[in-house]
């Protein structure tokens, strides 16, 4: 079997299962584990599928963001060890860009939570991390105007995008919904202008969002993995994605609950 037939047959394999781990298919492709591992890998930066723990499925595919409600309860865990680690990355004195969603969320207060120690000052467009830096004892906070998200309590489109480019951001933290080996993507254009103006306009950028995200795909992509200078995540990421990204340079940094303060 050539290898694009060899790809092919791989990839039928999981649209037929939804999932099939890596010792199935070097049975069933006849190749060694090492063979298929490096299949998984091409496929999987094309985007057909993607790697999960001890073999590969389909990536998933989402229409629309979950609301804000919905994601409040979702690995809280996590989220609150992430927002942790980002802090790490802020420095006194930044002018620091929160984007929007539950994860910023966490970051958010945290920074409240070290204001005297951590004087910054703050950008966002979501208006649900606007009103949590409003206890901010010093920060200034910007919150970017334009057209509201009223199910994720954002704003989105060209004004946001063209307000960010009036500032000189030290520090970007971005969020996803989805995201893949190809970049972070997200379900419309008026989100899109958004994330890549967030990135162009930033002297530093990370990604900040819990491993769920990962494999999802949603129908705009918006910035690739190695416009980041770090991505902080969980400890569930596959590791096909952490060599990916250590290929591209960027710095992976992994939240884990109960991490100290350094």
Not at 44 to 51: F, I, K, L, P, Q
Not at 61 to 68: G, K, N, S
Not at 135 to 156: I, K, M
């Amino acid at each position: 079997m050539i290898p694009d037939e060899r790809r092919r047959r791989l990839v039928h394999l999981v649209e037929e299962q939804g999932s099939v781990s890596i010792a199935e298919l070097t049975e069933a492709l006849g190749v060694s584990h090492m063979t298929v591992r490096r299949d998984i890998r091409q496929l999987e930066e094309a985007g057909r599928v993607v790697s999960v723990s001890g073999g590969v499925a389909l990536p998933s595919r989402i229409a629309l963001d979950a609301t804000h409600q919905a994601k409040l309860g979702l690995h809280p865990t996590e989220k609150e060890a992430i927002a942790a680690r980002t802090v790490e990355l802020v420095r006194p004195g930044d002018l620091v860009y929160l984007d929007a969603g539950t994860t910023m969320l966490a970051v958010a207060r945290q920074l409240v939570e070290r204001a005297e120690e951590l004087p910054v000052d703050l950008i966002t467009n979501d208006l649900a991390v606007a009103a949590c830096l409003g206890d901010h004892p010093t920060a200034g906070v910007h919150v970017l105007g334009g057209r509201l998200d009223s199910a994720n309590l954002s704003t989105e489109g060209a004004v946001p995008a063209a307000e960010l480019a009036e500032f000189n951001i030290d520090l970007a933290v971005v969020s996803a919904s989805s995201f893949d080996l190809r970049g972070l993507s997200v379900p419309s254009e008026a989100k899109t202008l958004v994330k890549r103006a967030i990135v162009e306009n930033s002297s530093r950028s990370c990604l900040a969002t819990d491993s769920s995200k990962y494999g999802r795909v949603a129908a705009c992509r918006a910035v690739a993995l190695d416009a980041f200078d770090s991505i902080v995540t969980d400890g569930a990421l596959p590791d096909a994605a952490g060599e990916h990204l250590a290929q591209l340079g960027v710095e992976l940094l992994i939240g884990e609950p109960g991490r100290s303060r350094p």
